[in-house]
């Protein structure tokens, strides 16, 4: 043999080390059976390399996947550790041999899941701060943080069946079996002053409070983290658009700028001097709209994203939602490099074949502990986006979106090549 072919080949036996120890490149699963009417993407999460994409360009009806855009932005303007909250505010007093001489009203913030047992609590709280038996004055219901709109872009002011409540900001226990929700929840606090030892003999109203009423009584609702949760693992519509809403209403801005500003997410009990910038800031926006809450999500994650979804509702009702795959996939990296929202995100997925809408799905694959995703369901639509942890160790971000397709087809795919990719990829 002569020196050139001895040279080289001994260079490829040197080598043969060498490449049996390079990482094997990632088997991605089969696409068959996508459907013509759907894409598919996946990527690297540690080098944000595109793995596979198919039709992942084309925007589709992306059902509740929706929800992913609706909480990522929430997460990423207000932080987990903002909470919704309900209020009472007092005019006039002070007591009087026992008589409180004013008004007390009632605010909401656009809390989902307010209940009695909140109205009770703050019920308990304004006597104690009153420190009366008898109130000479109005209970008034406010919830002009939010607009009229009881439903979202589908059916607007009216009900939505598929909603699963009635949206405003002063709702109690979702304003089940409620035409006027506001009104209730007044009616509620009114009845539980009474059982806490205030009477109340005047009528119920309906306004806002005035400039100079003061805060008596505060009840929060869950962290912006667990209503994340709440609202992602079992796909809860009303929860969803609540949430839009309440990040563009008062509380949302004034959580906005304390995030900013560098505070606490929410103001001391009862506000201090630090408070008062950002609440002032916050008091002149107007009622949150559907419309409102969209505009704001665009404008938080633009610059994150380089992009603006076209979304018009928070929860993927309406059928006039349009996001790719490639762009869903894209909103997946880019929360996951944010420091704070990556893990609250991936607690509020779904975990295959454990939780959520997933509790059911692809039990005993190689997806099982591995992967975690969002479900998007319509007539003719189906979509499931998230996480994969694969066997090899490799984080991957993927997004399916299939229009056109009956609902066990497209579950027979998504489930079949989520499981492949956490097992191969």
């Known amino acids: 043999m002569s020196r050139p072919l001895l040279a080289a080949a001994a260079t490829t036996l040197l080598a043969l080390p060498l490449l049996a120890s390079a990482p094997a490149a990632a088997a991605m699963p089969s696409t068959s059976g996508l459907g013509s009417r759907a894409g598919v993407v996946v990527v690297d999460l540690r080098s944000g390399r595109t793995l ?7 925007r589709r009806i992306p059902a509740s996947v929706t929800k992913l855009f609706t909480v990522g932005a929430a997460l990423e303007r207000l932080g987990p550790g903002w909470a919704p909250r309900t209020r009472v505010l007092a005019t006039g007093g002070p007591a009087v041999a026992g008589t409180w001489k004013g008004d007390l009203v009632l605010v909401g913030g656009g809390d989902p899941t307010l209940s009695r047992a909140a109205l009770d609590a703050l019920a308990r709280q304004t006597v104690a701060a009153l420190g009366a038996t008898r109130l000479d004055g109005r209970v008034i219901a406010d919830a002009g943080a939010f607009d009229d709109w009881q439903g979202g872009d589908r059916t607007r002011r009216s009900f939505d069946p598929d909603m699963g409540g009635r949206l405003g900001a002063l709702v109690v226990d979702r304003g089940s079996g409620q035409d006027d929700p506001a009104q209730r929840a007044a009616s509620l606090l009114r009845s539980a002053l009474g059982a806490a030892g205030l009477r109340v003999t005047t009528a119920l109203a309906k306004g806002a409070a005035p400039a100079g009423a003061r805060q008596v009584a505060v009840v929060t609702g869950p962290e912006l983290g667990q209503l994340a949760g709440a609202t992602l693992g079992p796909s809860d519509n009303f929860y969803a658009e609540m949430l839009l809403k309440a990040a563009a209403a008062r509380d949302g801005a004034e959580g906005a700028c304390r995030l900013a500003a560098g505070l606490a997410p929410l103001p001391s009990v009862p506000p201090g001097p630090a408070d008062a910038p950002c609440a002032q800031q916050a008091a002149g926006v107007a009622p949150a709209s559907t419309a409102a809450g969209i505009t704001l999500e665009r404008q938080t994650l633009r610059p994150l994203l380089g992009y603006s979804p076209r979304l018009r509702d928070g929860s993927g009702l309406t059928r006039r939602n349009r996001v790719s795959p490639a762009e869903v996939a894209r909103l997946l990296v880019k929360l996951n490099g944010r420091t704070a929202v990556a893990p609250v995100l991936r607690a509020a997925l779904p975990q295959a074949g454990r939780t959520g809408t997933l509790k059911r799905r ?21 979509a499931l986006a998230g996480y994969c942890t694969t066997r090899r160790k490799r984080d991957v971000a993927f997004a399916i979106l299939q229009n056109g397709l009956s609902i066990p087809r497209a579950h027979q795919f998504q489930d079949r090549f989520v499981a492949q990719l956490a097992a191969r990829g």
């Open 52 to 58: 596979l994409s198919r039709s992942g360009g084309t």
């Open 362 to 382: 692809m039990r005993g694959t190689a997806a099982v502990g591995r992967c975690q995703a969002k479900t998007g369901t319509l007539n003719g639509v189906s």
